[in-house]
């Protein structure tokens, strides 16, 4: 995945596999939990891809331990889809800046993925795929509600070694990663295994290797 030649938009070579991923993905592709018809509890996350020091990254933030709903688990930004957000894409990148602080006028939104259901808080949820064509400092804008934002190598997540099955009490079984200090797992870690299959980046990993849910984030996936 070295960075290659520019295109006509702007982006980079490397960014190519991930503008099909969400030109052509369906949600079944991604998830085995889709929408019910006519469902309106919307909410939206932010897939922010960046070229880092090292290669392509993507921004991840961490809630905060003290939260009621899943804290301490490693998140993309977003949350819920407000009246006054003319779409689901507005609505990612406004709570990636209110969670982070990252200035929009870097962010270029090229697509969104199928929406996709999250049982345990009833929404539907729009993943938003951006470029960040011009990285910004991000770090947690209020404590009481993300922990800290951290730019993550994707080099990182493909790495085999950071790779395993999460179980959970609940008897929930599904991709993890380990990377830069963080846990990911649940819906994040699930979307995140998907769209690096199908960009065609996964690299072979072990699911004999099985990893119980931290502690400090034993909520519900």
């Known amino acids: 995945m070295s960075a290659g030649p520019a295109t006509g938009r702007a982006l980079p070579a490397w960014f190519a596999p991930l503008e099909h991923v969400a030109a052509t993905a369906r949600a079944a592709d991604i998830s085995t939990f889709v929408p019910p018809p006519g469902h309106h509890r919307r909410s939206a996350v932010l897939l922010l891809f960046g070229a880092g020091p090292t290669g392509p990254d993507i921004l991840l933030t961490e809630r905060a331990a003290g939260l009621r709903a899943h804290p301490g688990q490693v998140a993309f930004p977003g949350g ?34 199928p929406d996709l259901y999250l049982p345990v808080s009833d929404y539907a949820v729009t993943p938003v795929l951006a470029w960040w064509r011009r990285p910004s400092p991000v770090d947690a804008v209020d404590r009481t509600e993300v922990a800290r934002a951290v730019r993550v190598p994707v080099a990182e997540l493909l790495e085999p070694a950071h790779r395993f099955l999460v179980a959970h009490p609940s008897g929930y079984v599904g991709p993890g990663f380990a990377a830069r200090g963080l846990f990911v797992w649940g819906f994040t870690a699930g979307v995140l295994d998907r769209v690096l299959a199908l960009a065609g980046w996964e690299r072979p990993w072990s699911r004999d290797r099985i990893e119980p849910v931290p502690a400090t984030a034993t909520d519900t996936p």
């Open 80 to 113: 819920r889809v407000e009246p006054e957000d003319a779409d689901a894409a507005a609505a990612a990148v406004r709570e990636a800046r209110e969670e982070t602080g990252l200035d929009e006028a870097g962010v270029v939104v090229t697509g969104t993925l």
